[in-house]
Nanobody, 126 residues
Framework: QVQLVESGGGLVQAGGSLRLSCAAS????????MGWFRQAQGKEREFVAA????????YYADSVKGRFTVSRDNAKNTVYLQMNSLRPEDTAVYYC???????????????????WGQGTQVTVSS
C-alpha cells in the first residue's frame, strides 16, 4: 500500500504561483512513477504532469507546458508540482497518483494508477 497526501493548494490571483506537494508513505516510493491530475467542477479528471521513478523524465499536458514543473525528492518521499503563471482555467482539485514503474501505458491512463491522494483545491481568480 502507498498512502498519498497532497498539500499546498489555495486561492491565488491570475498570474500567481503555487507549489503543490504530495507526501507518500508505505511501500518504496522510488519504485513508482508519479502523476498529477486535476478535475474541475463538472468535468472529467485530466492528466497534468508525470515524472518517472528516478526523476529523470517528465511529461506535461500541452495546457500546462512551460508553466508547470514536476519534480520529486525520493529521499523525502515527496513529489512536487510547481505552478507558475496560473490562469482561471487552472482552477480544479489537484490529485497526485502513483503507479509501478514497470507499467507501460500512456501517462493519462487513469486506470493504470494504483494509488491516489485525496486532492487539494486550487482556485485562480481573475
Amino acid at each position: 500500500q502507498v498512502q498519498l497526501v497532497e498539500s499546498g493548494g489555495g486561492l491565488v490571483q491570475a498570474g500567481g504561483s503555487l507549489r503543490l506537494s504530495c507526501a507518500a508513505s508505505g511501500r518504496t516510493f522510488s519504485r513508482y512513477d508519479m502523476g498529477w491530475f486535476r478535475q474541475a467542477q463538472g468535468k472529467e479528471r485530466e492528466f497534468v504532469a508525470a515524472i518517472t521513478w528516478s526523476g529523470g523524465t517528465t511529461y506535461y499536458a500541452d495546457s500546462v507546458k512551460g508553466r508547470f514543473t514536476v519534480s520529486r525528492d525520493n529521499a523525502k518521499n515527496t513529489v512536487y508540482l510547481q505552478m507558475n503563471s496560473l490562469r482561471p482555467e487552472d482552477t480544479a482539485v489537484y490529485y497526485c497518483a502513483a503507479r509501478p514503474s514497470t507499467v507501460v501505458a500512456g501517462w493519462g491512463a487513469l486506470r493504470t494508477y494504483d494509488y491516489w491522494g485525496q486532492g487539494t483545491q486550487v482556485t485562480v481568480s481573475s
